[in-house]
């Protein structure tokens, strides 16, 4: 696998991650049965795929990416689904989130 393989698995990872977050929340609490199972079928594969971006991106490199992009696709999904506003304070803090992923992505990784 190459490097631009890699990265598309990764995106692939963050949609998997932002589906299960989004299904989760559908779930209640895991007392609804479809949400429920889709929320952990796209979790396993999401681990899955996030296994295999990891044959060629450090680990630390990998989950930093996966992690912050999947709080900003999280945020912005939780926006247009389930109308939730973020405030100045967490704009500001997700703007920093994504100066991050751009650090470790394109300096941190020699």
Same mark, same amino acid.
Do not use: E, H, W
């Given at each position: 696998m190459n490097m631009t393989s890699s990265y598309l698995f990764l995106i692939?990872?963050?949609?998997?991650?932002? $589906? !299960?977050? !989004?299904?989760?929340?559908s779930a209640q609490g895991f007392t609804l049965i479809i949400p429920s199972i889709v929320t952990a079928i796209t979790i396993v594969m999401c681990m899955y795929t996030l296994s295999m971006v990891m044959k060629n991106i450090p680990m630390g490199i990998t989950y930093?990416?996966?992690?912050?992009? $999947?709080?900003?696709? $999280?945020?912005?999904?939780?926006?247009?689904?389930?109308?939730?506003?973020?405030?100045?304070?967490?704009?500001?803090?997700?703007?920093?989130?994504?100066?991050?992923?751009?650090?470790?992505?394109?300096?941190?990784?020699n």
């Open positions: 692939l990872a963050v949609v998997l991650g932002v $589906t !299960s977050n !989004s299904f989760a929340k930093a990416s996966f992690a912050g992009l $999947t709080i900003i696709a $999280t945020v912005i999904v939780g926006i247009i689904r389930f109308n939730q506003i973020p405030n100045l304070y967490s704009i500001i803090g997700l703007a920093l989130i994504i100066a991050g992923v751009l650090m470790v992505n394109l300096l941190g990784n």
